[in-house]
């Protein structure tokens, strides 16, 4: 079965400070791990794969096997990045993707 | 920009009647998905089709809950009857063959 944990539902910073959003996954298998977004009054939309390797809108991402982690990074957080995040997992062959609870991150100025 | 089309957005009914959801997905996705999300979680996948086939409907309450796309495009999902456990915001997503989840607005369901 696969499972994905984001152990905290709620995550505030000061604008400019460090911020990380935690994922764990559980999965028997090579996944594609994703990180979805969703701003205020906006539908859920794609952040970054794992598989690109991009750096989006100052966010990244790295998949460590070994710990079963995909967790968010950004170095200086902005105010813009107040919102709700999940982290996705699917299975080979474009199987069923799963979505953890999700954190609301806050951006204080 | 295409994007995924939902309605309605926001639908109220009484337990035991019927209600229904229509999806339609960006031109040319193959793969669309309906997703229940509760409040404070995260989206959990329905049903996900290919073209017109299902692939995976193991997470949906076929007793009461039925989701048809027969031409391969624009899809519908229904509940009867509903149950006040129903309450959720109702998500539907398309995508290519493995690429990115492209969601529409979705659907809130409130059942009384």
């Known amino acids: 079965a696969q499972r994905v944990t984001q152990p905290e539902k709620l995550l505030s910073v000061f604008k400019g400070a460090p911020v990380e959003l935690k994922c764990n996954y559980s999965y028997s298998g090579s996944p594609e791990l994703f990180w979805y977004v969703q701003y205020s009054r906006q539908r859920l939309q794609l952040l970054l794969r794992h598989i690109s390797r991009e750096s989006i809108k100052g966010f990244t991402a790295d998949l460590n096997k070994g710990e079963t982690s995909f967790h968010l990074k950004k170095p200086f957080a902005q105010e813009e990045d107040s919102a709700m995040y999940y982290c996705?997992?699917?299975?080979?062959?474009?199987?069923?993707?799963?979505f953890g609870d999700g954190t609301t991150l806050t951006v204080k100025p | 920009e295409a994007e995924v089309a939902q309605s309605p957005r926001y639908k109220i009914t009484e337990k035991s009647q019927a209600v229904a959801f229509w999806c339609d997905p960006i031109s040319g996705h193959a793969t669309l998905y309906w997703y229940r999300q509760i409040l404070g979680q995260g989206p959990e996948l329905l049903v996900q089709f290919q073209d017109e086939s299902v692939v995976d409907d193991s997470q949906l309450p076929k007793d009461r809950f039925s989701a048809e796309r027969l031409k391969g495009v624009d899809s519908t999902l229904k509940i009867q009857p509903a149950e006040l456990g129903d309450s959720a915001m109702y998500l539907c997503?398309?995508?290519?063959?493995?690429?990115?989840?492209?969601f529409g607005e979705g659907s809130r369901l409130t059942v009384l």
């Open positions: 997503a398309s995508s290519l063959a493995r690429g990115e989840l492209f």
């Open positions: 996705a997992l699917r299975g080979p062959n474009a199987g069923k993707s799963t």
